[in-house]
């Protein structure tokens, strides 16, 4: 029984920290064809946003929380518009040269890998120059659940609800909302849905803020429970990258399944072995993955139901 228990505790665990590093960079990458390597700095801003502003200013968490994810936007907002797609850079070179000088990084994975990977460092150096090698850290809310002997954080577990109602949220924002069609026509088809009217300028901005405001409340939300320091990104990467891999295009449901594979995986293996060795495993899933279904898993299910039309 208690045994059952850990190991369904350290499912939860797992599925929540999975579904939450990799939901920011599916919706990115996903609709946008950029490869974000600056992902774990986005959810680090979050994490010390929140930090910063309950340690520092003494905000409830809550409301620290909230202002994490806000920060971590704008900064999207600023970065896909000076970076990715070279608005602000443009806008400058047509007043002065009469012509834009910038490409956008849309679709142009290897571009976007090295730009956001330079990002990345920038990042890291700059908030240790400007604040240090660590912060002091929020206390872990809620407790522990104690069973037969044992315990478990109760906010770490309330998490995997947390990644579920992201889901949830994402799925209906991209699927019920206006923006949710537009976004979709632009993933499909841009040139035909600019000629419809779409502003997929405007879709590209808005769902790189999302994304981005996505990893910041990831941030947020593990702020209480990581050690704070400008490296913390790392740790949520890899995972992030292996989940949009085992997933495939679907961003909800690509996520959402391999949340629930990759979790079993790491939660399995973490148990019998250490965690050291439940990562390996996420790592050795992932080049199967990719050798076997390079789709995904959601690619692999689209590409059967093709089939299975064609030979209706």
């Known amino acids: 029984m208690v045994n059952g228990l850990n190991l369904l505790f350290q499912f939860l665990d797992s599925f929540a920290f999975i579904v939450l590093a990799a939901a920011g960079l599916a919706i990115i990458f996903g609709i946008m064809g950029v490869i974000n390597l600056a992902h774990g700095e986005f959810i680090m801003v979050g994490a010390y946003a ?27 907002l600023v970065v896909e518009r000076v970076i990715i797609s070279g608005a602000v850079p443009n806008a400058v070179s047509r007043r002065t040269l009469g012509r834009d000088i910038v490409e956008p990084l849309y679709d142009r994975l290897a571009d976007s890998m090295v730009a956001t990977w330079g990002l990345s460092l920038i990042m890291v150096q700059g908030v240790r120059l400007t604040l240090g090698n660590s912060l002091d850290q929020i206390g872990t809310p809620l407790g522990k659940l104690a069973y037969g002997g044992f315990s478990y954080p109760t906010y770490r577990v309330l998490l995997a609800g947390v990644a579920v109602c992201v889901l949830a949220l994402t799925y209906y924002v991209f699927t019920r909302t206006e923006y949710g069609m537009r976004a979709r026509a632009t993933i499909q088809n841009k040139p035909i849905a600019s000629a419809l009217g779409v502003d997929t300028e405007r879709t590209y901005m808005t769902t790189f803020a999302i994304g981005s405001g996505v990893a910041g409340l990831t941030g947020a939300l593990y702020a209480p429970t990581i050690t704070m320091v400008p490296s913390l990104g790392g740790a949520f990467l890899v995972e992030a990258f292996v989940a949009v ?68």
């Not at 909230?66 to 936007?73: E, P, Q, R």
């Not at 085992?246 to 072995?273: H, K």
């Open 50 to 76: 929140t930090t910063l502003a309950n340690v520092r200013l003494g905000l409830p968490l809550p409301v620290a929380m909230l202002a994490g994810v806000l920060v971590s936007a704008v900064f999207g």
């Open 245 to 312: 891999v085992v997933g495939g295009p679907s961003v909800v449901l690509g996520t959402a399944l391999a949340g629930g594979l990759l979790g079993s995986i790491n939660a399995l293996i973490s148990n019998l072995v250490g965690t050291f060795f439940g990562r390996i495993a996420l790592l050795v899933t992932a080049i199967l993955m990719i050798r076997f279904l390079p789709e995904g898993i959601t690619g692999y299910v689209e590409h059967v139901r093709e089939r299975r039309k064609e030979g209706a």
